[in-house]
T-cell receptor, first 115, second 112 residues
Framework: GAVVSQHPSRVICKSGTSVKIECRSL??????MFWYRQFPKQSLMLMATSNEGSKATYEQGVEKDKFLINHASLTLSTLTVTSAHPEDSSFYIC???????????FGEGSRLTVL | DAKTTQPTSMDCAEGRAANLPCNHS???????VYWYRQIHSQGPQYIIHGLKNNETNEMASLIITEDRKSSTLILPHATLRDTAVYYCIVFAGGDSSYKLIFGSGTRLLVRP
């Protein structure tokens, strides 16, 4: 079946640095990708929706200058956490939709720890 | 806001069927019902989805009521490895602006 791969799976960085997380669809073209963050014992919270070739749509309360999303191709979307701080530490998950509207796949998640 | 409501937690005995309910009373005609589960520190795993007919695959069965306002995920013979958080989601993939919102899910504990 289709696979969505995230990289890195774990990252530890110092406060003030920027971190990029990649989300790739391995055997299908993803016209839409969703980015989520998840805190311990909580559900997935939608951060933004990105469509290939256009700007991402951010959810209320999510700073677009803080969380830069680029969906430059049909197989790759990136989330960059800029000037990361300890409160940005979280589990980030991407989801990708195939061109067939019923196919929806999730990545393995990326755990960010900001020291 | 999430379009689904689920019980916070459930438990069942190993080897027995686990029946997880989901309410989606405001579902639209073009929205599918999807079920995923999440094991600690992993991404959600696809289980099954349906529109209006009941569905079955190697993992589970999905029963959707005739009015489509609720559904039940059935794990026919639960094992300890089925302990996870189960999410019921409605999704209309044909709309590129559609938001995929998660509810709080059901935490299923399978007891030995």
């Amino acid at each position: 079946g289709a696979v969505v791969s995230q990289h890195p799976s774990r990252v530890i960085c110092k406060s003030g640095t920027s971190v990029k997380i990649e989300c790739r669809s391995l055997d299908f073209q993803a016209t839409t990708m969703f980015w989520y963050r998840q805190f311990p014992k909580q559900s997935l919270m939608l951060m933004a929706t990105s469509n290939e070739g256009s700007k991402a749509t951010y959810e209320q309360g999510v700073e677009k200058d803080k969380f830069l999303i680029n969906h430059a191709s049909l197989t790759l979307s990136t989330l960059t956490v800029t000037s990361a701080h300890p409160e940005d530490s979280s589990f980030y998950i991407c989801s990708a939709r195939d061109q067939s509207p019923r196919e929806l796949f999730f990545g393995e998640g990326s755990r960010l720890t900001v020291l | 806001d999430a379009k689904t409501t689920q019980p916070t937690s459930m438990d069942c005995a190993e080897g027995r069927a686990a029946n997880l309910p989901c309410n989606h009373s405001t579902i639209s005609g073009n929205e599918y019902v999807y079920w995923y589960r999440q094991i600690h520190s992993q991404g959600p795993q696809y289980i099954i989805h349906g529109l209006k007919n009941n569905e079955t695959n190697e993992m589970a069965s999905l029963i959707i009521t005739e009015d489509r306002k609720s559904s039940t995920l059935i794990l026919p013979h639960a094992t300890l490895r089925d302990t996870a958080v189960y999410y019921c989601i409605v999704f209309a993939g044909g709309d590129s602006s559609y938001k995929l919102i998660f509810g709080s899910g059901t935490r299923l504990l399978v007891r030995p």
